[in-house]
């Protein structure tokens, strides 16, 4: 710290150069240094500069939500994950949240957690959070005949109006199907009717929503992966594989190092990885085998690694060819634990208004 407050004091080094500087610095740090003096509190509090930072740093700011039965939560830098990492931050839930809550989706350093009747979009590196009721989608609202069970959930941001959309898409007893979504920057309701096929919404709610390249991705159905436009607005299909999409195979959708992954178990005690080099083009998937059966990955490393849960609920990292590199019993822990990638970010919510609720 009193060596970042001479820096600023050097007569000789002029703002521009001193944004340059911080922009490549971890949002942790960034936090402390906000008290080195006026200026760089102003600087860093800036919604520009957190634009810019989070552009500049996205791909390096990877960090691993760490959340167990216990009700702690911790951060934890993905290449630390097999070892003690000192910048390990225990994390209280925001808004004195139940610890059964469940993540929805996360997008640009917000984290969606969802535990009826309130979704709550929380910044776990700033700690600002927000609460979002949606207790108008109760079984009790009788005149909209709502099957409860029916929720599809998702977050992400909308590039164009500079927005972040909560996204429910249910269905009625009378199997029509619509999507609500919430404008955090007008604080509002939306809803509209939509034609989904049921095979789509079975597959959906049983996940969460993955945002990427300006839209949210659920699992898979028979042929397609299920994804939302956020600036459009609209559904849209993305192919599988065309050996999954000729003779369907259960998959699970993950999201790996930016790219859409399927993650396919066949009888055989190994897990094939399919990738999408190439986002919507259905001949950029590429595949490759982990000698594990039931293998759910986590996180891609830069190398080619590759680190997820084993069969046996243990960590396991492979590398490139699939060979064993790196393995941790979670059974000598002392509480069961879930994990969620993400990426640090000094982003705000966006300036709004009260609650509103609008059907168009």
């Excluded at 898409?169 to 809803?191: A, C, P, T």
């Excluded at 849960?309 to 492979?318: C, D, E, P, Q, V």
Aim: glycine share 6%.
């Amino acid at each position: 710290m009193e060596m970042m407050k001479r820096i600023n004091n050097k007569k000789d080094l002029p703002t521009e150069l001193i944004m340059e500087i911080l922009l490549r610095l971890p949002v942790k740090s960034l936090l402390r240094f906000k008290c080195v003096s006026k200026s760089w509190f102003a600087i860093i509090s800036d919604e520009n500069f957190a634009k810019s930072h989070f552009k500049f740093s996205a791909k390096s700011n990877h960090r691993i939500l760490c959340y167990g039965d216990d009700g702690l939560i911790s951060s934890i830098h993905p290449d630390l994950l097999f070892h003690y990492d000192p910048d390990s931050a225990k994390l209280p839930l925001p808004d004195s949240l139940p610890v059964n809550v469940r993540i929805q989706g996360s997008c640009r350093g917000f984290i969606m957690l969802q535990e009826f009747p309130n979704l709550i979009i929380w910044n776990p590196s700033t700690g600002e959070s927000r609460r979002i009721p949606y207790d108008h989608l109760s079984a009790s609202n009788i005149e909209l005949r709502i099957l409860t069970d029916s929720f599809v959930f998702g977050f992400g941001y909308d590039d164009y109006k500079d927005d972040y959309l909560a996204i429910i898409v249910w269905s009625d007893v009378d199997g029509r199907k619509f999507l609500e979504y919430f404008s955090m920057r007008i604080n509002k309701w939306q809803r509209v009717e939509v034609v989904l096929p049921s095979p789509a919404m079975d597959a959906a709610a049983s996940s969460p929503g993955y945002y990427l390249n300006g839209a949210i991705h659920w699992d898979a159905s028979s042929d397609s992966i299920l994804a939302f436009d956020m600036i459009e607005r609209q559904f849209f299909d993305i192919p599988l594989p065309e050996p999954l999409a000729k003779d369907y195979m259960s998959c699970c959708l993950e999201l790996l190092g930016g790219f859409l992954c399927l993650c396919v178990w066949n009888e055989s005690k190994k897990t094939e990885i399919w990738v999408m080099k190439e986002y919507g083009v259905q001949s950029s998937w590429t595949v490759f085998s982990i000698s594990e059966g039931n293998f759910d990955p986590l996180y891609f490393a830069e190398g080619g690694e590759i680190t997820g849960y084993t069969s046996n609920g243990g960590l396991a990292k492979y590398d490139k060819n699939g060979e064993l590199i790196e393995y941790v019993d979670t059974e000598d822990w002392d509480f069961e634990y879930h994990f969620w990638m993400y990426s640090e970010s000094l982003l705000s919510f966006p300036r709004n208004s009260a609650l509103e609720w609008k059907e168009e």
